[in-house]
């Protein structure tokens, strides 16, 4: 029974290309639509930002590790600023190209092979993660992959960088759109949300108007005694933390207000998200820093000595897990420089 309901090889092969094939005409269509000078870039300066990183496979080795993450950082954030200015640069000349018929075929024909080109880069990172991961699982019918030349002599060595690339000019230009005051607004209006919810809560048993409604209400529920309380106090929390939602919505509102009338300014735009794009990659790579520390400090067996002898078992497993993502960041150059050479992972 199973037989019959799995595919054969030949079978899969079609439908496979099949898909791709309605995939590619999809995106082709969709960046024939949208046109190019509205069409996201990210493939084409993922891809530019990758090329960018594969000079790192010749670095010699050297004794200053620290100094070579930080150039390798510096480098990358340098040539990251400078893809997306090129980017900048070039959509106005195609959003130009839309006044003439000529320059609206050029920017619809540019944009379908845009769309084909994102669908393929963004199948090649996480195809490339995909297969890296599995490598060590011996999945048979992947060989044909893993003992093909270009994995064996390049896809393999750069998968990881690759991923890890994309995920960087995802945060960064996430950081330029959302802008360093934008967030400070979002963050702002969470707290007070939060603020509201605790505040409301804490009113609801400390003042005595609040603490007597809610016993009132929840004498009205025919239950168990400890139940109808907590009902009454959930009603009487909710009156008042929606109350305070309402100051919070206005609030909102004016920020809001004040965050558009900003926006006017072109020159403040660019230098808003230029400041929490740097915000965004100081985050980024201390997340980054302090994962790596914390993966080498596993890998290298400390952890079983921090953990008392009836853990042994759960600090082997530990050891073997992190082994393995040691084993998948290490795989690419820019990646296994920036865990390598970590500062912190340099003290232990």
């Known amino acids: 029974m199973t037989a019959q309901l799995l595919f054969d090889a030949g079978q899969l092969q079609t439908i496979v290309i099949v898909a791709a094939c309605v995939l590619v005409a999809l995106a082709f ?61 070039l959509r106005k000349p195609f959003l130009a190209l839309e006044a003439g018929a000529g320059g609206r075929a050029l920017n619809r024909i540019l944009g379908g092979v845009t769309g084909v080109f994102n669908i393929a880069v963004f199948a090649a990172i996480f195809g490339g993660l995909a297969l890296v991961c599995a490598e060590p699982y011996n999945v048979e019918f992947l060989n044909v992959i893993y003992t093909h030349p270009v994995w064996t002599n390049f896809a393999a ?14 945060f960064l230009r996430w950081g330029y759109r959302t802008g360093f005051l934008r967030m400070i607004v979002t963050l702002t209006v969470l707290t007070l949300t939060l603020f509201a919810v605790f505040l409301s809560m804490y009113m609801t048993l400390q003042v005595p108007f609040l603490s007597s409604f809610a016993a009132q209400i929840a004498g009205t529920f025919p239950m168990n005694e400890i139940a109808a309380g907590w009902i009454g106090f959930g009603i009487v929390s909710f009156i008042v933390a929606f109350v305070f939602l309402l100051v919070i919505i206005l609030i909102a509102f004016v920020l809001n207000l004040l965050l558009k009338a900003a926006g006017k300014s072109h020159a403040f735009v660019v230098f808003d998200g230029i400041l929490f794009s740097l915000v965004t990659f100081v985050i980024l790579f201390v997340c980054v820093i302090g994962v790596n520390f914390g993966v080498g400090f596993i890998a290298s067996g400390a952890i079983s000595e921090a953990l008392p002898e009836q853990m042994a078992g759960v600090a082997e497993a530990l050891t073997q897990s992190v082994g393995f993502y040691e084993k998948v960041v290490t795989s690419s150059p820019l990646s296994n420089i920036f865990y390598s050479y970590n500062p912190l992972l340099l003290l232990i």
């Open 29 to 89: 269509l969709y960046g024939v639509i949208k046109k190019f000078s509205r069409m996201s870039w990210l493939g084409w300066q993922t891809t530019l930002l990758f090329a960018a990183t594969l000079p790192l496979s010749f670095l010699p080795e050297t004794q200053n590790g620290t100094l070579l993450f930080c150039l390798a950082a510096g480098g990358l954030l340098a040539v990251t600023a400078l893809v997306f200015l090129a980017g900048a640069v």
């Open 157 to 170: 060595g750069h998968a990881f960088d690759l991923f890890f690339v994309f995920m960087f000019a995802l």
